[in-house]
């Protein structure tokens, strides 16, 4: 998801980047309780039955799909926030606060498209300082990486240049 946020003064533009969250974390604990009392029950059947693995095998299964599902949530957590100002870019990465920040300025600062490497893949975006490379949006689908350089050539102008 890409949102554009200009300045009321109109001297910077903002631009945050989130992945497509699939379901919220309470949702994924009902899926989890669901396959849970499914997959205990059914252990817990074989257990009676005289197959004794049937219910640790269960619990093992429960725990990798909670671990999974949790990953993916954890990675939907992810955020980016793109900062142009007239004389300044700030690039703020992170999950709830911001774990690393960018900072160059906007006069020598480029944003390079790379064209995918292989068929179906999403093209590549990148802001170039002084040698220096961050890639924007990583985390976004091809259809959302598109509106972000659509975005990126209406409010990226003058010295900084789309190449």
Not at 59 to 64: A, K, N, P, S, V
Not at 80 to 92: G, K, N, Y
Not at 153 to 161: D, E, L, S
Request: proline share 6%.
């Amino acid at each position: 998801m890409v949102e554009w946020m200009p300045s009321e003064d109109g001297r910077s533009d903002t631009l945050i980047l989130r992945p497509n969250a699939a379901m919220p974390w309470r949702r994924n604990l009902y899926v989890i309780a669901l396959f849970g009392v499914g997959i205990l029950g059914f252990g817990a059947f074989w257990t009676f039955q005289g197959v004794v693995l049937a219910l640790p095998m269960g619990i093992l299964e429960l725990i990798g799909l909670t671990w999974a599902m949790w990953w993916v949530a954890r990675q939907a957590e992810r955020c980016q926030t793109i900062e142009l100002s007239a004389h300044e870019v700030v690039i703020q990465s992170g999950r709830r606060e911001p774990e690393a920040e960018w900072r160059a300025a906007r006069v020598w600062t480029r944003v390079q498209v790379d064209p995918p490497k292989r068929r179906g893949d999403p093209p590549r975006i990148w802001f170039c300082f002084k040698g220096e490379r961050v890639e924007v949006g990583g985390f976004l689908n091809r259809r959302d990486r598109n509106r972000l350089i659509r975005l990126l050539k209406k409010v990226v102008n003058g010295p900084a240049r789309l190449g």
